[in-house]
């Protein structure tokens, strides 16, 4: 970077290093780089797209192709923004091999009148992600869901999402874990490796994206995010401003361009441009009387299909496996009502543009929902082009690094507070320099403080 942007940063309010966002989707390569401003805001300096090549339905098939589409995303990044040192990138990762399941842990305390401390849920969370798994995981993150609290003197039991500070004999915790393919998840290290370039992190991409498009009162009342991307719909659940249920379903925009271009004998590209200017979700919403001419390769006679036709053949598979995979997760959640009562259901995702969805999803789900659109956090510079649902992972990938940046920074504060012999917490023996924080531990501590500055 030169010397003269440099100064043009400095004048701009730049407090923070520069963090890249790395989102590698089926259909596209996003990347995003940026800083936190002097008023807590994100500032974009530049962005970059391109197709995205060798990956199909969200997994890595061809690692030459698609290091060649990560490298094309991040020179454009680099060229928009005039920022030539891109090393560091967060990354996304979500796709059809990420499996959940559900795990329950216990302890025993032999003082059930002192306060529970935060330790003891960290001690509990490190040893659920201690479980062994099949062959071929590995643990992406472990998300507390909830805590059930006993006291043994009283008989009294009771739920709690946020047990520190309350007393009890016994804490029995409930989490989900999120585990992924140890060779999918080397994929894409090989990928950005290839690139010269060095992954700071792997992050669940619906978290990623909820960063981006939740609102605090969002997180807070209990809300539902649907991220619809080309090859996975991704699905999580927040509340108390934590995430607490997440779910990959491995369909995506993608399955309905297919389907379009296999009934219309037509290419992929051809089925995808008839989706996104004439396609909905809902056939009794669509013009019957509309006829939709689309030109096929070599001279052949041009396919005509009504808007209602085309909306009946998206309408299939949204209904029957989009949706309905949504239906079936949100059911087995447990978190149904709460969400009815909360703040609903957000899209977002390039699938989300597709007319008539809302409508849908409201109809089969009964739950308020609205579009999210990635601005939450965000300075009013931000372009028009990346307020979109489209770049909501990629947006939200670059806000979780300058989340984590926040925190290295006041880590080190603390660090040197230790050494000075100032630090007043109630842990002074601790070594915070070596502590090593998980995904799920970094995102629960800084929600309420850190998330505040940038909302």
């Known amino acids: 970077m030169d010397k003269d942007y440099s100064s043009n940063l400095k004048q701009r309010g730049k407090v923070g290093d520069i963090v890249v966002g790395l989102d590698i989707g089926t259909t596209k390569v ?3 780089v940026g800083y936190l401003n002097e008023k807590g805001k994100i500032e974009i300096l530049g962005f970059g797209k391109s197709e995205s090549k060798g990956v199909e339905y969200g997994l890595i ?6 290091s060649d589409s990560i490298l094309k995303s991040v020179q454009s990044a680099a060229n928009h923004s005039h920022y030539e040192d891109i090393d560091d990138v ?6 059809r091999h990420i499996k959940t399941k559900t795990c329950k842990h216990y302890i025993l305390r032999s003082d059930h009148t002192a306060l529970i401390n935060q330790e003891e849920l960290d001690l509990m969370k490190s040893d659920v992600e201690n479980i062994a798994l099949p062959p071929g995981e590995e643990i992406i993150t472990t998300i507390p ?4 609290i006993e006291d043994s003197a009283f008989g009294s039991s009771h739920e709690s999402a946020e047990p520190v500070g309350e007393i009890g004999s016994k804490i029995t915790g409930i989490y989900q874990i999120l585990t992924g393919n140890v060779q999918e998840i080397g994929k894409i290290h090989q990928c950005v490796k290839r690139g010269n370039l060095n992954i700071k992190d792997l992050i669940l991409e619906p978290i990623a994206s909820g960063l ?5 009162d969002d997180k807070k009342r209990g809300v539902c995010l649907i991220d619809i991307g080309g090859g996975t719909t991704d699905i999580v659940i927040f509340k108390d401003n934590h995430p607490i249920f997440c779910k990959v379903i491995p369909l995506g925009g993608a399955i309905i361009t297919k389907d379009i271009a296999q009934v219309c004998h037509i290419s992929e590209d051809s089925a995808e441009e008839l989706k996104k200017k004439y396609g909905s979700c809902i056939p009794s919403k669509s013009n019957s009387e509309k006829v939709c001419n689309v030109l096929r390769p070599n001279g052949q006679t041009p396919l005509k299909i009504t808007e209602e036709q085309l909306a009946k053949i998206i309408y299939s598979r949204v209904h029957r496996d989009i949706i309905g995979y949504v239906k079936k997760a949100l059911e087995d959640s447990g978190y149904m009502s709460m969400l009815q009562n909360g703040a609903g259901l957000v899209l977002t995702g390039g699938g989300s543009n597709l007319r008539h969805i809302i409508e849908l999803c409201q109809y089969e789900l009964g739950l308020n929902t609205r579009i ?3 601005v939450v956090g965000f300075a009013d510079t931000i372009s028009n ?3 979109q649902p489209l770049f909501s992972t990629s947006l939200g990938l670059l806000k979780y690094g300058l ?3 926040k925190i290295e920074e006041d880590s080190f504060v603390r660090n040197q507070r230790v050494e000075k012999g100032k630090f007043e917490g109630n842990n002074q023996d601790k070594d915070f320099g070596d502590e090593k924080e998980t995904l799920w531990s970094r995102l629960r501590k800084t929600f309420e403080n850190v998330f505040e500055q940038i909302s």
């Open 30 to 32: 996003a990347t995003v």
């Open 61 to 66: 098939q061809n690692i030459l192709r698609t």
């Open 90 to 95: 967060y990354v996304g990762v979500a796709a």
């Open 145 to 148: 869901q909830k805590y059930l």
């Open 212 to 216: 981006a498009c939740l609102t605090e």
């Open 372 to 374: 999210g659109y990635p």
């Open 385 to 387: 082009e990346l307020k």
């Open 403 to 405: 989340l984590e940046q």
